[in-house]
């Protein structure tokens, strides 16, 4: 595990480390509890914080709390309290402020090692639980509600002037591939799409709907979206699946948007999804991209 130990003597610190360390996990200790937070929050790969309840400038409690608030934004982390005054009192206002677990300090090596295994089955059932609720189960993608939240968080970092680029896509003719050779041949198209699509470096790909995805592409300019929608259309023509009445072949359409001063991800997605009505009124097997102001005209 990647462990954050926060106390105010470097002695307990070393101490503790000289535990864990040797066990394989990853440890950082802070006698700061502000810098401590930052570092959690800007490591994901932090999976336990163990924290003396005797810290600053924040609280051993605020901590708990502060950490809590990150563990609800769907990343799975175990927090341990420790204090060397154990009472009722302490105790209950670790769990109330957040904390999952709570420790004598200095701990004891094998109460220490017993209380991390707690930890790692939680934090494993955390992580598997949180992969449940934001896939979705036949493509292996994210969901429509995970992958509004990850554009959101992404447009949030992008602000007013980053580069942030959207392109959506749908499988031209599915019904016509459901009816001729029935479910189960649609069900490995939207498969097959899926996998393609999930290749795209540096994205988050989303289903959106039954055969419509998205593709979320921070830091890309609208020219570098089109050129990624393009690479795509090509490779989902070269799919081929096994059907009821011969072989089945599949073409996509593509809308394309990019991200502009005093833009909304409402606002990003209706235009990316205008775009790719254009493309399906056009033809078909095609790429269009949202021109700001052409299709805001449009769309009010």
Known sequence: MHIVVVDPSRVVLKVISSLLVPRGHVVDTFTDSREA????????SVTALITSLEVRPMSGLELCWSARLLAEAHRPLYIIAMSSARNARNLAEALDS??????DKPPGAEELYARLRAAERMTEMQRELIRLAETDALSGLLNRRA???????MADRAGDH??????????????RINDEHGHDVGDT?????????????DAAVGR???EEFAIALPGRTLEEAE????GLRLRCAQIRLRGTRGPVTLTCSFGVSTWSEGETVGSLLKRADIAL??????GRDRVVSAATDLILARAG
């Open 98 to 103: 957040g904390s999952d677990d709570f420790i």
């Open 162 to 175: 980053g580069r942030l680029s959207l392109v959506v896509a749908d499988v031209d003719h599915f019904k």
């Open 227 to 230: 050129k990624v929608a393009n």
């Open 147 to 153: 992958f509004l939240q990850r554009i959101t968080e």
């Open 208 to 210: 959106t709907g039954g």
């Open 277 to 282: 009505y254009e493309a399906k009124a056009g």
């Open 37 to 44: 937070l930052d570092f959690v929050t800007a490591n994901v």
């Open 189 to 201: 198209a939207i498969q097959g799409i899926s996998r393609l699509l999930a290749e795209t470096p």
